[in-house]
């Protein structure tokens, strides 16, 4: 019985650096996902011990293929398969990123009183 061939940006959405197949094909078209410093197809077909440079929209990664995923699976099931291999200063970059990042949106039940606790204020205040 012959081998499953796995292409690429398959792989890179099975295991979940791509929300969908589409945005994984378009990085390769695009030469953000590299193997030995090369862009490579979206097509191409992925091998055990493969390494692979990616840069996402958040971050850049480096990772070793350890395991063939066909179809998209659960975050834990998925990090099995491959081998985090970004350097150190580039994870600190992202948490550093991460800690400083702000939305400005308000944290819930903190800030402006809901409308029953706006009333019951009132109600309150009226007294005095």
């Given at each position: 019985m012959?081998?499953?061939?796995?292409?690429?940006?398959?792989?890179?959405w099975a295991i979940r650096l791509f929300k969908t197949r589409?945005?994984?094909?378009?990085?390769?078209?695009?030469?953000?996902?590299?193997?030995?410093?090369?862009s490579v197809k979206a097509s191409r077909v992925?091998?055990?011990?493969?390494?692979?440079?990616?840069?996402?929209?958040?971050?850049?990664?480096?990772?070793?293929?350890?395991?063939?995923?066909?179809?998209?699976?659960q975050y834990k099931e998925a990090v099995a398969c491959y081998e985090d291999l970004t350097p150190p200063e580039e994870q600190e970059r992202i948490a550093f990123q991460a800690a400083s990042f702000y939305s400005g949106k308000r944290?819930?039940?903190?800030?402006?009183?809901?409308?029953?606790?706006?009333?019951d204020l009132d109600d309150f205040t009226e007294d005095f």
């Open positions: 012959e081998k499953e061939k796995l292409r690429l940006d398959k792989y890179l589409s945005a994984a094909s378009t990085a390769c078209e695009k030469g953000r996902v590299k193997m030995n410093g090369e992925v091998k055990l011990s493969d390494v692979y440079e990616i840069k996402t929209e958040e971050k850049k990664w480096t990772i070793k293929v350890l395991g063939l995923l066909p179809k998209r699976v944290l819930s039940k903190i800030g402006r009183p809901t409308k029953k606790e706006r009333r």
